[in-house]
Every structure is written in structure tokens, then in C-alpha cells.
């Protein structure tokens, strides 16, 4: 079984790249962020005519989560326990979509950036990871044995060497510690950052800027994960990044992320070209 991850930026905009890299890449759960898709605007024919299930979540052009799966879609549940709200209002955004997909309980997450440490965002951010490490060790307390992926854009980069030059991002969000301590909770809470074993850095990124020729000059950032539960952790047998993905005109700024279970490797796959 291979379950991957990609925030998209506009499943509208990359609906073609997004049904290419299926054809390509033959993974039985993909986990999409970003969509930016109301859900009468998602493209979903581009995955059911793939054979694969799909729950979106999305309530304006902005965010937007959804799980496609050729392995079963059940229990879809929108947002997590907990989850808090942004804004005045708060009201809970399309940042949050879980699902049961042969057997293991996905979740397509789309953390908040947190704009500028100093904004209302930042404070909203570290409270909406607080909540999803509530959610998260919950979850394990009830059931040890319950096998949940926590997948997606976390906006945050965990290490140094996770960006490309960390005195660049003196003062910034991603790399403040109050983020990387909220990433290591998840982790302390149970779930294990399981690509980073098979894709070890420096120098190995999920997101490139669309400015500057970030992407051919490698000025990127590792900021998308699968976090494991320990009995998904133990059935993960290779990871990989697909960095091809991010090249050619009108590519996503990320590169999706797929991890392979129970002896698949879990590396990029161009399935046409190995029928050839």
C-alpha cells in the first residue's frame, strides 16, 4: 500500500498534473492540501475517473483538504476534536479532513502558516497544532493499536537543515522554536516522522519559493510530513519525495511525499514507463 501527500496549490489550476502524476505514480491514497476549491468547485473527476474515492473539504478559494483513495473511503469526518477557529468570528477553517483507507485512518492536514510572529495567525497556529497533539494522543489512549497518518503541509521546518539556509530565516515563522516544539510534541506524543529515516538531509526539501529560481538553485525547505502512529510506523517500509514533480511549467511549489507500507519501497514510480 502507498499512501502519499501533496499540497497542490489550486487543485483547479493543476488538475491535469495532478491526474498525470496518479497515472504515474500508482499510490492507493493521495492526501491533498491547498485545493482552493469550494467543493462544488473541486475537480474530483479527475480522481474518480482514476477509480478513486474522494472526500473534499473546502469553503472558499483559500485552503481547502480532501483524500482521494482506490482502497476504500469510510468514517470521513471533517476537522478534528478540538479543532479551533481563526478570526471574528472564529469559525474553523478548511484546513482538516480524516478518512479510513484500507484499514488506516488518514489525515489530509493543511497546518496555518502563522504569517509573522508577532500576528494574530502565529498565536492561531500554535494553538491549532496543540489541539491536533490533543487529538492525536486521544486517539492513541484509546486504541495503542490504531494505526493513523497525520499527513500534509505543517508549514514548519523541524531542523536546520530542513531549510536551505537557516540565517536567512532569522526571525521567521516555520523556524521559531515555539513551532518546532509543537512538531515535537506530535512526535513525543506517538507519531513518528517517518519519510525523514528513508530521505535523510541536508539538503532534502518538499517546498521550493516560485521566486528567485528557488527550485534550480535549491533554496528550499522540508515542511511536508507523514507522521506515524506506532502501529503504522511499524508496517512503513521506505519513504521517498517525488522532486521531479516540482519541475516543468505550471508545477506545484511542493513535491508530493509517499510513503510505502508492508515492503512497497515508497520511492517516486513512473508506472507508464515500467509497462513499456
Given at each position: 500500500?502507498?499512501?502519499?501527500?501533496?499540497?497542490?496549490?489550486?487543485?483547479r489550476?493543476?488538475?491535469?498534473?495532478?491526474?498525470?502524476?496518479l497515472?504515474?505514480s500508482?499510490?492507493?491514497?493521495?492526501a491533498?492540501?491547498?485545493?482552493?476549491?469550494?467543493d462544488?468547485?473541486?475537480p474530483a473527476?479527475?480522481?474518480?475517473?482514476r477509480?478513486?474515492?474522494?472526500a473534499?473539504h473546502?469553503?472558499?478559494?483559500?485552503?481547502?483538504?480532501?483524500?482521494?483513495?482506490?482502497?476504500?473511503?469510510?468514517?470521513?469526518?471533517?476537522?478534528?476534536?478540538?479543532?479551533p477557529?481563526?478570526?471574528?468570528?472564529?469559525e474553523a477553517e478548511?484546513?482538516a479532513i480524516?478518512?479510513?483507507?484500507?484499514?488506516?485512518?488518514?489525515?489530509?492536514?493543511?497546518?496555518?502558516n502563522?504569517?509573522?510572529?508577532?500576528?494574530?495567525?502565529?498565536?492561531?497556529?500554535?494553538?491549532?497544532?496543540?489541539?491536533l497533539?490533543?487529538?492525536?494522543?486521544?486517539?492513541?489512549?484509546?486504541?495503542?493499536?490504531?494505526?493513523i497518518?497525520?499527513t500534509g503541509?505543517f508549514?514548519i521546518?523541524?531542523?536546520?537543515?530542513?531549510?536551505?539556509?537557516?540565517?536567512?530565516?532569522?526571525?521567521s515563522?516555520?523556524?521559531?522554536?515555539?513551532?518546532?516544539?509543537?512538531?515535537?510534541?506530535?512526535?513525543?506524543?506517538?507519531?513518528?516522522?517517518?519519510?525523514?529515516?528513508?530521505?535523510?538531509?541536508?539538503?532534502?526539501y518538499?517546498?521550493?519559493?516560485?521566486?528567485?529560481l528557488?527550485?534550480?538553485?535549491?533554496?528550499?525547505?522540508?515542511?511536508?510530513f507523514?507522521?506515524?502512529s506506532?502501529?503504522?510506523?511499524?508496517?512503513?517500509t521506505?519513504a521517498?519525495?517525488d522532486?521531479?514533480?516540482?519541475k516543468?511549467?505550471?508545477?506545484?511549489?511542493h513535491?508530493p511525499v509517499?510513503?510505502?507500507?508492508?515492503?512497497?519501497e515508497?520511492?517516486?514510480?513512473?508506472?507508464?514507463?515500467e509497462?513499456?
Open positions: 500500500m502507498r499512501i502519499a501527500t501533496w499540497n497542490v496549490n489550486s487543485a489550476a493543476r488538475a491535469e498534473r495532478i491526474g498525470d502524476w497515472d504515474r500508482d499510490v492507493d491514497v493521495l491533498i492540501q491547498e485545493t482552493k476549491a469550494r462544488d468547485q473541486f473527476s479527475v480522481l474518480t475517473d477509480g478513486y474515492e474522494v473534499h473546502g469553503l472558499s478559494q483559500w485552503n481547502g483538504v480532501a483524500i482521494a483513495s482506490r482502497v476504500g473511503l469510510d468514517d470521513v469526518r471533517i476537522g478534528f476534536p478540538g479543532q477557529g481563526y478570526g471574528e468570528p472564529a478548511a484546513r480524516g478518512a479510513t483507507c484500507g484499514g488506516v485512518q488518514v489525515w489530509s492536514l493543511y497546518v496555518p502563522g504569517r509573522e510572529v508577532d500576528h494574530p495567525h502565529y498565536a492561531y497556529k500554535l494553538d491549532w497544532l496543540k489541539a497533539r490533543a487529538a492525536g494522543a486521544a486517539a492513541l489512549a484509546e486504541d495503542p493499536q490504531a494505526q497518518a497525520f503541509d508549514n521546518a523541524p531542523q536546520d537543515d530542513d531549510v536551505w539556509d537557516i540565517a536567512q530565516f532569522e526571525g515563522t516555520h523556524v521559531t522554536e515555539p513551532e518546532r516544539a509543537a512538531f515535537r510534541a506530535l512526535v513525543d506524543a506517538g507519531f513518528d516522522d517517518v519519510v525523514r529515516r528513508y530521505t535523510p538531509g541536508p539538503g532534502v518538499t517546498y521550493w519559493d516560485y521566486k528567485g528557488a527550485f534550480p538553485k535549491r533554496k528550499g525547505m522540508r515542511i511536508d507523514v507522521l506515524a506506532p502501529a503504522l510506523a511499524a508496517r512503513v521506505g521517498g519525495i522532486r521531479e514533480e516540482r516543468g511549467k505550471g508545477a506545484s511549489d513535491a509517499i510513503v510505502g507500507l508492508d515492503g512497497d515508497g520511492q517516486p514510480r513512473d508506472k507508464k514507463k509497462k513499456v
